[in-house]
């Protein structure tokens, strides 16, 4: 007859050995860990029209690798991004500006360098603007390319809307006031400035140097004219050498939620540098 107690060894020896098998528990700790790791809610941007593709890529990184994470972007210009940030209409700003005085009371977190660009339609044989005949150009003091060495063909002014910080750029760069402009064609986004440019033999224009190279590499049908002698190049950008520069921040109050500073600190670092390259534009180095 089998003892009792020889029958029990093999299942408690059994028992024994499937316990060792098992993982530990989770201590308290850890488990609280693992929880502020698991990012969730959503997130609107708002604001600039340059900055806002390179966002929706990073954006799209960013909810794969936190599913319960959902980010919505808007644009409008760098001026709305601020204003919807101020009113908590947006939980974080995209500008391709530096914030200005009266914007201290935010925090710009820089993203990326871009410089702006003066475009041609690719017909235009024109090599290079000087200061004052771009000046000229846009108060309407030459009207005519054939008055720069050009064809016989009126110049058509393509200008940018308030509140875009192309615009702003431009006008500090070139020193000139808003309202001396005679533009013949508004825009907002950099888009409608080159299907403009791209479409009219004697239009000229200013964009992002990012969208322009991207566009122009496509096949859009614009030029980029060199700017006192440095070509208009992401390169040129890089080296600090193209005068007409900028930085692209993303901003937010003294006070943004933790899911909002976890995605800037993620846009900014080296893992989405590939991204930034690949939009022309120059990564920042924190």
Known sequence: MTSPLRSFLPLALMLAALAGCRP??????????????RL?????????????????????RFEAM???????????GSGKGIADVRAAQADIGMTSRPLKEDEQDLVAHRLATDGVALIVQASNPIPELTRQQVIDIYTGAIDDWS??????????VVHKAEGRATLEVFLAHFEIDNTAIRP????????????????????????????????ARLGAAIRLLPL????????????????????????????????????????????????VREAYFVPSTR
């Open 24 to 37: 530990p528990a989770e201590s308290a700790g850890e488990a609280e860990r693992s929880a502020a790791n």
């Open 40 to 60: 969730e809610g959503r997130l609107l941007l708002s604001g600039s029209s340059t900055v806002a593709p390179l966002v929706s890529e990073i954006a799209a």
């Open 66 to 76: 936190h599913p319960g994470v959902r980010i919505d972007i808007q644009t409008g």
């Open 147 to 156: 008055r720069l060495g050009g064809a016989a063909l009126p110049i058509q």
């Open 184 to 215: 013949d064609v508004i825009v907002g986004e950099n888009a409608q400035a080159i299907l403009a440019v791209a479409g009219s033999p004697g239009a000229i224009g200013y964009v992002s140097i990012g969208s322009a190279e991207t566009e």
């Open 228 to 275: 006192d002698g440095i070509p208009a190049t992401s390169d040129e950008v890089a080296a600090e050498r193209f005068p007409m520069s900028r930085s692209l921040n993303l901003v937010v109050t003294s006070e943004p939620s933790p899911l909002a500073l976890a995605f800037i600190d993620y846009a900014r670092s080296e893992a989405v540098h590939d991204l």
